[in-house]
């Protein structure tokens, strides 16, 4: 048998074929986006389960308002943490939200200012 060069032929590269991107047990629990890791994983606070969706700029402020002063893990006060967290959500987790949610949002950070007295 004759033996095969390892040289390749000039002018052809080789390319690694990319990592799949399959669902395996490990991939589907990880989030999908580092601003969706912080949302769910956040060292600051414990969020209630789809506060973001609620359907009411009130009761979203209310329960960030809740989170924040149960938190024992948040650096700064309960009121920056939570509007921290809301804020963050409007410009990266939701930035492709529908208008609507996004003016509840908006309107539940004036509730928050409201419920921690600093009108």
Do not use: C
């Not at 893990?73 to 409007?90: E, N």
């Amino acid at each position: 048998m004759a033996e095969r060069s390892r040289a390749r032929p000039a002018g052809k590269t080789t390319t690694r074929k990319k990592p799949s991107t399959g669902t395996s047990a490990t991939r589907r629990a990880a989030p999908r986006r580092w601003s969706q890791r912080v949302t769910k994983q956040s060292d600051a606070l414990d969020l209630d389960r789809g506060v973001f969706k609620l359907s009411s700029a009130r009761r979203i402020a209310a329960s960030l308002k809740r989170s924040a002063e149960r938190s024992k893990r948040r650096k700064a006060g309960a009121y920056r943490s939570a509007l921290s967290m809301l804020t963050f959500y409007i410009n990266r987790a939701g930035k492709n939200l529908p208008k609507a949610q996004r003016d509840r949002l908006q309107r539940a950070k004036g509730e928050l200012k409201r419920l921690f007295g600093r009108e």
